[in-house]
């Protein structure tokens, strides 16, 4: 169970990193530039989605593992970061 943990948060982390990039690569120029803002609602609703499933994951492992607030401060804050997911996810591999 406790790898089966780590490995959900491993996936959902790489899903709401790329949706993240996908945001701010296609779907927000694609508004700005393109004047289709139906990319921003359709890939930010998913990419909201995913960030929810992705604290859960976190609060899920961070219970079972018992991390320390500082890995999980560091985990949240990859989040925000783009590419942050992918850095953190090489981080816990290890």
């Known amino acids: ?7 959900l948060l491993r996936y ?3 899903a709401e990193g790329t949706s993240f990039l996908v945001l701010l690569l296609i779907a927000m120029p694609l508004k700005y530039f393109f004047h289709t803002p139906q990319a921003v609602l359709f890939v930010g609703m ?3 989605a995913l960030f929810v499933l992705y604290l ?3 609060a899920w492992v961070t219970f079972l593992h018992r ?9 949240f804050l990859a989040a925000f ?4 997911p992918f850095l953190f996810d090489r981080r816990i591999r290890k």
């Not at 991390?67 to 985990?75: D, E, P, Q, T, Y």
């Open 1 to 7: 169970m406790l790898q089966r943990s780590l490995n």
């Open 12 to 14: 959902v982390g790489w």
């Open 46 to 48: 998913a990419h909201g």
């Open 56 to 58: 859960l994951s976190l």
């Open 67 to 75: 991390w320390s607030m500082l890995r999980v401060l560091l985990a």
């Open 81 to 84: 970061i783009p590419f942050g």
